[in-house]
């Protein structure tokens, strides 16, 4: 959405390259129809689809399988002891009285037989890789064979955990944006289906062409590429162009973010916010320079993207160029992420008298008033917070410096750029090659799946409350709940045994810790159809235009979010918490607290019907991951109420940067062997933080359960593996992951994560609980004798 930030928030999930912006990102792979050839009649076999062939395989395969796994298995009760222990399953957290009994004795182990461990063995045995020494690399151990055996579509940049549930819950989001509009249906279930129409219906998009673009270009002030010697230079200025992108619905953060957001010094209340401008390739690619391979790419794009709209070819390559180097002085005076990690520096407040003072070529006041209008209207005492000071002092001698029609070709390219998506199969297969450039995926998604993203993303709410009112079992959120209880226990204990902080510190990161808010699966109110009615009162969708459709959408954020200026922050309000049909989960610092929407409490994450040490392993790991990121190096930087204070004593906070260094330097270290390139340990240490607390966090609060409930039996195939080798195996399978070479370059160079090897060898090699339970001798790989924690 146009002039909308996140709040400090912090997900354990990397956006994936596919989601490069969300205006970037749909595609048509195109259909297939497999019928019948003259009038020869094929077999039975013959009139199958692909798809259906397959499915005959594979349900052929698994009952081959199934049939030899049972005869095993009764071998195997055939010639073991008769002494049958008929002991309780205990592998759920809250209603294991609800499975039969399925723990049978093999040897002096305890085996769980049920259908749910036995799903469960399976996805671990296909993922290991047991030739490897777990010592040696654990990655390898747990997950060798899932990326030996994985291929990567080619309408994807990598698969992970992640993106397996993300499949899965969008072919869920399909079926309920398939089915017909019913009378007195909901109005935003029947917005949501009208956007998924408009997405799908390619016969109106290609029968409109590129003319909603090319009117809205010149409803904007025109495109001078486009219109050549026709464009009036002395109708247009940079000021003029952010009310009309506003206005329109497109961003305004071309030149200089603006935004609404919370006041990080004081978090029940609202502030203006001026940041640097939003980039249409990031920061650290442009600043490569024009003969860059990627720059190049997306120098190629632009020219192409225009000509295609009607440039002329050779104008274009000239006058693009041009917008082009003026992106990349952007860029230039652009803070690197590196620098952006100490939020105190980032927080300058100043009254639009101030601005006008100190940056006396931007006529604040105005501008203000006219991106915030109608909803308030400010004076000079107003106070804005600016993050980045000298940015605006050098943007001001840019665009001095800087012709009229340069700057009206670089944010009519952005405009052109983000709407793309939108538009014609011939712009869109365009706009794949670029993406192929940038990620290495070859294919567009399928239509209905770009469709259905872009609804869900879009419309989060309303596709949200369809998703958990027919798919979400709600047993799921009162497990999920204890297990974030009994973490937090753990992260509680360890704050109080750490050797280097000073009592005051202490007392106050315990208070922090139990301050910490959560939010699980979903707030109540989505369940609430007039709430859901009144939130998106005033939108309108129209299922043949579906450029029109989005602008309406983003500009509805817009005017969402700016009118909430005057109003008092609500740090549980159920909209900012209403995103349920997610595979991801954050922390937020503004409000202290943790989220874990419905959408991964299910597959790899959590069960209820599998052992607790695979629960603890998974989505226990991710719950200790988001609590730990409240005492990352930025996440600790705000106190127990979201407020921007240190609160650390100083001899403790210089032995927490020197801890926080060690975990730099270590990833630092790590190199990506597809790509010969190391990893960023600044960028990623608050991700890498939060990995090696969560995890230490999860095996704990796991060891806990066990002294309440028993040691659990082990999983058939598996019998040689006890339940905390089993929690480590559950915990770097969620982070099995295979990457094109493209992906993992921008993951490496723009991302906040560490790819998914080092999400496991990188915390579990720093833990002497892993070397203990594995036996791995010191020195060894996973058991270096230098190790960091900070947690």
């Known amino acids: 959405?146009?002039?909308?930030?996140?709040?400090?928030?912090?997900?354990?999930?990397?956006?994936?390259?596919?989601?490069?912006?969300?205006?970037?990102?749909?595609?048509?792979?195109?259909?297939?129809?497999?019928?019948?050839?003259?009038?020869?009649?094929?077999?039975?076999?013959?009139?199958?689809?692909?798809?259906?062939?397959?499915?005959?395989?594979?349900?052929?395969?698994?009952s081959v399988l199934a049939i030899a796994f049972l005869a095993a298995f009764i071998a195997s009760l055939l010639v073991r002891s008769a002494d049958i222990n008929d002991i309780p399953q205990t592998s759920e957290l809250k209603i294991s009285s609800s499975m039969p009994p399925a723990v049978v004795a093999k040897g002096d182990v305890e085996l769980c037989n049920s259908p749910g461990c036995i799903h469960t063995a399976s996805k671990l045995l296909l993922n290991?890789?047991?030739?490897?020494?777990?010592?040696?690399?654990?990655?390898?151990?747990?997950?060798?064979?899932?990326?030996k055996n994985t291929r990567i579509p080619d309408d994807k940049t990598s698969v992970n955990t992640f993106s397996i549930i993300t499949d899965q819950l969008q072919e869920q989001i399909r079926a309920l944006l398939d089915e017909p509009i019913i009378e007195n249906e909901p109005r935003p279930f029947v917005?949501?289906?009208?956007?998924?129409?408009?997405?799908?219906?390619?016969?109106?998009?290609?029968?409109?062409?590129?003319?909603?673009?090319?009117?809205?270009?010149?409803?904007?002030?025109?495109?001078?590429?486009l219109d050549g010697n026709n464009w009036d230079e002395n109708s247009f200025s940079w000021q003029q162009s952010v009310y009309k992108f506003r206005a329109a619905g497109?961003?305004?953060?071309?030149?200089?973010?603006?935004?609404?957001?919370?006041?990080?010094?004081?978090?029940?209340?609202?502030?203006?916010?001026?940041?640097?401008?939003?980039?249409?390739?990031?920061?650290?690619?442009?600043?490569?320079?024009?003969?860059?391979?990627?720059?190049?790419?997306?120098?190629?794009?632009?020219?192409?993207?225009?000509?295609?709209?009607?440039?002329?070819?050779?104008?274009?390559?000239?006058?693009?160029?041009?917008?082009?180097?003026?992106?990349?002085?952007?860029?230039?005076?652009?803070?690197?992420?590196?620098?952006?990690?100490?939020?105190?520096?980032?927080?300058?407040?100043?009254?639009?008298?101030?601005?006008?003072?100190?940056?006396p070529k931007i006529p604040w006041l105005e501008y203000i008033n006219r991106l915030?209008?109608?909803?308030?209207?400010?004076?000079?005492?107003?106070?804005?917070?600016?993050?980045?000071?000298?940015?605006?002092?050098?943007?001001?001698?840019?665009?001095?410096?800087?012709?009229?029609?340069?700057?009206?070709?670089?944010?009519?390219?952005?405009?052109?750029?983000?709407?793309?998506?939108?538009?014609?199969?011939?712009?869109?297969?365009?706009?794949?090659?670029?993406?192929?450039?940038?990620?290495?995926?070859?294919?567009?998604?399928?239509?209905?799946?770009?469709?259905?993203?872009?609804?869900?993303?879009?419309?989060?709410?309303?596709?949200?409350?369809?998703?958990?009112?027919?798919?979400?079992?709600?047993?799921?959120?009162?497990?999920?709940?204890e297990m974030v209880n009994d973490i937090r226990q753990q992260f509680r204990m360890t704050l109080t045994e750490v050797d280097w902080m000073d009592e005051m510190t202490r007392k106050a990161a315990l208070e922090k810790a139990d301050s910490m808010a959560s939010h699980i699966a979903y707030p109540s109110?989505?369940?609430?159809?007039?709430?859901?009615t009144n939130f998106y009162a005033g939108l309108e969708m129209s299922s043949d235009k579906l450029m029109e459709s989005v602008l309406n959408l983003t500009l509805f954020g817009t005017e969402y979010l700016f009118g909430k200026l005057r109003e008092?922050?609500?740090?549980?309000?159920?909209?900012?918490?209403?995103?349920?049909?997610?595979?991801?989960?954050?922390?937020?610092?503004?409000?202290?607290?943790?989220?874990?929407?419905?959408?991964?409490?299910?597959?790899?994450?959590?069960?209820?019907?599998?052992?607790?040490?695979?629960?603890?392993?998974?989505?226990?790991?991710?719950?200790?991951?988001?609590i730990t990121h409240g005492f990352d190096d930025q996440g600790r930087q705000f106190d127990r109420n979201g407020n921007l204070v240190d609160w650390w004593q100083e001899m403790t906070k210089q032995k927490y940067?020197?801890?926080?260094?060690?975990?730099?330097?270590?990833?630092?270290?790590?190199?990506?062997?597809?790509?010969?390139?190391?990893?960023?340990?600044v960028n990623t240490q608050g991700e890498n933080i939060a990995d090696n607390g969560g995890i230490k966090e999860a095996y704990y609060a796991y060891q806990a359960w066990t002294q309440r409930h028993g040691t659990e039996a082990r999983l058939p195939g598996l019998e040689k593996y006890s339940p905390k080798q089993l929690f480590w195996l559950s915990a770097a399978n969620t982070w099995c992951a295979v990457y094109r070479n493209e992906a993992i370059k921008l993951r490496i160079t723009t991302g906040f994560h560490a790819p998914g090897r080092f999400r496991v060898v990188g915390p579990m090699s720093n833990m002497e609980e892993f070397a203990e339970d594995f036996k791995c001798p010191a020195g060894s790989p996973m058991n270096p004798l230098n190790k960091c924690k900070v947690w």
Not at 608 to 621: K, L, Q
Request: proline share 3%; charged share 25%; net charge neutral.
């Open 1 to 62: 959405m146009a002039g909308v930030r996140a709040t400090q928030s912090h997900g354990v999930r990397q956006r994936s390259s596919d989601q490069l912006d969300q205006r970037q990102l749909s595609v048509d792979a195109g259909y297939t129809s497999y019928g019948m050839r003259d009038n020869v009649k094929p077999s039975c076999w013959g009139q199958r689809t692909k798809i259906e062939k397959r499915l005959i395989l594979a349900v052929g395969v698994v």
């Open 128 to 147: 290991m890789d047991e030739k490897v020494d777990p010592c040696d690399d654990f990655y390898d151990f747990a997950c060798g064979s899932f990326v």
């Open 191 to 225: 917005l949501a289906k009208t956007l998924y129409q408009a997405c799908m219906n390619r016969t109106a998009i290609e029968s409109r062409g590129v003319q909603p673009l090319l009117d809205m270009l010149k409803r904007l002030g025109g495109w001078p590429v």
């Open 250 to 359: 497109y961003s305004v953060d071309y030149f200089l973010d603006f935004s609404i957001s919370v006041d990080v010094k004081n978090s029940t209340k609202r502030i203006i916010d001026l940041d640097q401008a939003s980039l249409g390739l990031s920061r650290e690619y442009l600043n490569r320079g024009f003969s860059d391979k990627l720059v190049q790419s997306y120098y190629e794009y632009m020219v192409d993207i225009a000509t295609l709209l009607g440039a002329d070819r050779a104008r274009a390559e000239v006058e693009l160029k041009d917008s082009l180097q003026f992106e990349m002085k952007l860029a230039n005076i652009s803070l690197p992420l590196e620098k952006r990690r100490n939020a105190t520096s980032l927080y300058n407040p100043m009254t639009i008298a101030e601005l006008n003072q100190k940056f």
């Open 372 to 481: 915030l209008a109608p909803h308030v209207n400010v004076d000079l005492n107003e106070v804005a917070i600016v993050s980045v000071p000298k940015y605006i002092s050098d943007l001001e001698v840019l665009l001095e410096n800087t012709p009229k029609r340069v700057q009206a070709n670089y944010v009519m390219w952005r405009v052109a750029g983000a709407s793309v998506t939108y538009l014609t199969d011939n712009l869109r297969r365009r706009q794949l090659s670029y993406v192929t450039a940038l990620t290495g995926k070859t294919e567009r998604e399928s239509r209905w799946k770009e469709c259905a993203e872009t609804t869900s993303v879009s419309m989060a709410i309303a596709v949200g409350a369809l998703y958990i009112r027919k798919y979400f079992n709600e047993n799921s959120k009162a497990n999920a709940l």
């Open 525 to 532: 109110e989505m369940l609430d159809d007039e709430k859901l």
């Open 568 to 626: 008092p922050v609500n740090k549980t309000d159920w909209v900012t918490h209403g995103r349920p049909a997610i595979v991801n989960a954050f922390y937020s610092s503004i409000e202290n607290s943790i989220q874990f929407p419905a959408g991964i409490l299910q597959g790899a994450f959590f069960s209820a019907v599998r052992p607790a040490y695979m629960n603890y392993g998974a989505i226990g790991f991710v719950i200790g991951h988001e």
């Open 657 to 681: 940067l020197e801890k926080a260094k060690c975990i730099i330097d270590q990833y630092s270290n790590y190199t990506v062997k597809e790509v010969s390139l190391k990893l960023n340990g």
